[in-house]
């Protein structure tokens, strides 16, 4: 029988609106070694970041750090973090804060996993040199359980508000909670999770991808053409007569630029062959037989084997079979010859 959980929405409703966590300070300043660092890994070259006459010409009063910066100088480092969580583990930092809470009934009912699902930031005004940042947090939203592709779970929505004081007023001692009434709304942040239980998401069957298409190319348009067709087209040198495949541009005999094609009846034997297993592409079967084929008219050209693996071997007899695998792409395919005739 299924496991039965309780429904805590009305205690989660509860939670809508109330602070996740106490208002924090960011460790440091927004300041330009941090700024350097941040732009040289995203390859970031706009000069207003760290040129005071570029982002003046560009209307601000001084360097401005990157936006997406937000977040980033209100984070600790890993090292609080894992502080943190054990301090709670041990029970000498309480676990009460209403994003604990809503975890924790989150858990209760079943719903043990979690993903993120997605972050949106809005920026009121750039950040300066100097700017200190303060947080806080709280719950915006929680959904009412739904059915996702993952399993059956709530979506929870935490806003995360960013205020601006200058370092100097940051540093007088006065509390994080007093400093955000003096301070400057600067940006905010949603983030959203979903929690989910574990094996309950959706078991639909998802359809193989199409085959991967083929570059196309003014020098072997004519060859695909001519699989849509039905045909097997080899390409000629007009001037020496030799057959090529793949096709190019130019004869690899007499360097000449000049050709045609002949239609190839399909048929050869296995000159060479493998049975691929790995890595595997979700657009075969494996495992895959190919083949190296040398064709009756005098070229070799490399396709797909059909059938048990176990069943081809080098000198075979083979034909072709041109099958049509969408609207757009045709391909040879190669069967022992009895097979075929049958």
Not at 14 to 37: Q, T, W, Y
Not at 104 to 118: C, I, K, M, P, Q
Request: glycine share 8%.
């Amino acid at each position: 029988m299924p496991t039965e959980f309780p429904d805590h929405s009305d205690a989660l409703a509860k939670l809508v609106g109330e602070p996740s966590g106490p208002v924090e300070l960011s460790p440091e300043a927004v300041n330009s070694a941090m700024i350097r660092h941040w732009v040289e890994a995203m390859g970031d070259r706009n000069p207003v970041y760290l040129d005071r006459e570029a982002a003046r010409a560009a209307g601000y009063r001084d360097v401005i750090a990157p936006q997406t910066m937000l977040q980033a100088w209100i984070m600790k480092g890993l090292r609080h973090t894992l502080d943190l969580e054990a301090a709670r583990a041990a029970g000498t930092v309480a676990s009460n804060d209403a994003n604990s809470t809503m975890m924790a009934l989150f858990d209760d009912e079943g719903r043990t996993s979690v993903v993120a699902t997605n972050c949106d930031q809005s920026y009121v005004r750039p950040l300066y040199l100097g700017d200190r940042l303060l947080v806080r947090s709280s719950i915006e939203a929680i959904s009412d359980p739904k059915q996702t592709g993952l399993g059956h779970g709530r979506f929870a929505t935490s806003l995360m508000e960013f205020f601006a004081v200058s370092n100097e007023v940051a540093e007088r001692g006065v509390s994080a909670e007093e400093l955000v009434s003096q301070a400057e709304l600067v940006g905010t942040m949603r983030f959203r999770i979903l929690k989910f239980r574990p094996g309950t998401g959706a078991t639909a069957v998802v359809a193989k991808p199409p085959r991967p298409r083929p570059a196309i190319t003014e020098d072997n348009a004519f060859y695909f053409e001519g699989l849509r067709a039905g045909e097997l087209r080899i390409q000629h040198c007009t001037d020496c007569g030799t057959l090529r495949h793949p096709p190019l541009p130019g004869c690899g005999s007499c360097t000449s630029l000049n050709w045609d094609y002949v239609l190839s009846a399909g048929k050869g034997e296995i000159y060479s062959m493998v049975v691929n297993h790995y890595p595997q592409v979700p657009a075969f079967d494996y495992p895959l037989p190919i083949g190296l084929i040398q064709l009756d008219e005098g070229t070799r050209i490399v396709a797909n084997l059909e059938g048990d693996p176990e069943s081809w071997a080098i000198g075979q007899r083979v034909t072709a079979e041109i099958r049509a695998l969408d609207d757009e792409l045709s391909l040879p395919f190669f069967h022992h010859d009895d097979m075929q005739e049958d």
